[in-house]
């Protein structure tokens, strides 16, 4: 597992018509609890772009808005996930690829240029070839197609996350949504770890600085 050495700037995007280029982000890496979520995107040339911003920019009723004017009106996108399980296994990062190259094989259309947020890029595969994709740093926040995947993958993060609040109460998961809030960490310390934690992470507080910071993704 590498970083990436297929850098793309803004510059190189807007050279791509809209509709060819595929944007890919993730959300849920810092939580304590539940699935790793990545989505992809495709965008027509009269979406509208006003709508969009990095997703942890966004209050819940735009992000809400957006999604939905976004599965209706994208020309492709798809959400992939990597579970708690995959999570141990993989580490976070490798799980995070991983829900992403899912993403990817969720669409049905053939993009000229594939952007992923961050710096690390997943394998990605289409009929049998291998598909590179170009890492910018902070693309969920200037590309278009990659801040409808940020919107796709938190809102659809958030959802799983409300649903496993009815299946596990207690812990509070409709509210941080699995990030370490004081909340979840008293939540655990009360009740211990859920089969939804991931026990490879540091459960409850310590002295020393966070290892994820609650408000990243």
Known sequence: MKKSTNYCTFETVLKIPVHLVCG??????????????AAAAILPP??????L??????????RENAFQVITEKALDWSVGWATVEEI?????LGA??????????????????????GIFTPTLMADGAAVEAATMPKADGVVPAVMAASILAKVARDHC??????????????VHKGYPTRLHREAIAALGPSRYHRLSF???AQ???????PSGE
């Open 88 to 92: 141990e296994q993989r580490n976070i």
């Open 24 to 37: 890919i982000d993730e959300a849920g890496r810092g939580p304590l609890a539940g699935p790793v979520a």
């Open 96 to 117: 995070t690829l991983l829900a992403m190259e899912r993403a990817f094989q969720g669409l049905r259309k053939m993009p000229a240029l594939v952007v992923v947020d």
């Open 161 to 174: 996350m409300d649903c496993l609040d009815q299946t596990m109460p207690g812990y509070g998961f409709r």
């Open 53 to 62: 911003n990095d997703s942890k920019r966004m209050s819940k009723a735009r």
């Open 207 to 213: 002295e020393s600085p966070l290892l994820f910071d």
């Open 46 to 51: 009269d979406f509208p772009m006003e709508i």
């Open 202 to 204: 540091q459960l409850l």
